[in-house]
């Protein structure tokens, strides 16, 4: 079943210089992109972004780190897109994500972890709303 997903090339994988490589990845995979945009966000966007987690401990760092520079956000499209992105990206502490993975093969941190991806159908089609309102 095609579907779309929200992915976010977090401000460490723009500083680090891995956007390319991460990706490619994606490509490869077989997926598509749909929308793709460069740009630096605001806190107003990370609070609507990530909504269900401005009450807990961990989101002043987790907002600090994702407005402090540029991401890309980009629309993937595929079957299964959503699962297929998740297990690309790896579990969320890239210490801890298996060899092969994005996080697993890039990252050694919980939360510059280089990638976010729509948990759920659900959460893609809001967070696609946020992130490309005019997109059809």
Known sequence: MSQRTLVLL????VRRGLVGEVLGRFEAKGLS???????T??????????AEHVERD???PLRTFVTSGPLVALVL???????VVRALNGATDGRK???GTIRGDLSLSNRENLVHGS?????A?????IWFPDLP
């Open 77 to 83: 499209e595929g079957d299964e897109a959503v699962e």
């Open 97 to 99: 994500a298996a060899p």
């Open 33 to 39: 992109i749909v929308a793709m945009d460069l740009r």
């Open 125 to 129: 089609e809001r967070e696609i709303k």
């Open 58 to 60: 961990f989101y002043p």
């Open 119 to 123: 948990d759920s159908p659900e959460s």
């Open 41 to 50: 966000i605001d806190g107003d966007l990370a609070d609507q972004h990530y």
């Open 10 to 13: 977090k401000p460490d994988t």
